[in-house]
């Protein structure tokens, strides 16, 4: 018997013009990880998004196992965006650039599902294999104010991951 489990971990913050990581133990084989990136921003008057600045904003992510495997590899997020978009159009978000001046925090999901069922966490059609893995290191690479466009200065952007992994019940005999 299987039982599926989203674990959220705390906000971790992502420091803008390099590749971060984020540890993310893995009890289990894992059908999503999904990241809730908040984004704050300052608009000053004049500013100019340039197109998809929000998605640009991430430049890559990688997930790998302890010992180095990598299991996903992407080195542009857009194209991450388009394809969660179009498998599960109700459930990713990403906030439009805004082009009045102000401070604004946006949000973008990121999610990471290897499955064909993409609007269901517990779809195990695919997995990340995490059953002889003590850990998962997701490294994400955050662009600069120039990925958004001019006129924009980014804040202390955080992520916020949730990892759904299968846990398997045996019986006892």
């Known amino acids: 018997m299987r039982t599926y489990a989203p674990i959220s971990k705390a906000p971790v913050p992502l420091v803008a013009g390099t590749t971060n990581y984020i540890k993310l133990d893995a009890p289990s084989d ?5 990241l809730l990136l908040n984004i704050p921003v300052t608009v000053a008057i004049g500013a100019a998004p340039v197109a998809d600045g929000l998605q640009k ?11 180095g495997k990598t299991y996903a590899n992407l080195s542009d997020c857009r194209l991450l965006f388009q394809h969660n978009a179009i498998l599960s159009p109700n459930v990713v978000r990403v906030d439009a650039l805004p082009t009045v001046a102000g401070t604004y925090t946006l949000k973008a999901d990121i999610v990471l599902h290897p499955g064909r ?16 893995v003590n850990y998962f290191m997701l490294e994400v690479k955050v662009g600069s104010n120039a990925s958004l466009g001019t006129g924009y200065t980014l804040g202390s952007i955080t992520a916020t991951p949730t990892v759904s ?9």
Do not use: A, E, R, W
């Open 165 to 173: 992994s299968i846990l398997y019940n045996y019986p006892v005999t």
């Open 57 to 67: 904003l991430i430049d890559g992510i990688t997930l790998k196992d302890n010992d």
């Open 117 to 132: 069922l993409m609007g269901q966490s517990n779809d195990d059609s695919v997995i990340f294999p995490g059953h002889d």
């Open 30 to 34: 894992i059908t999503q990880i999904n």
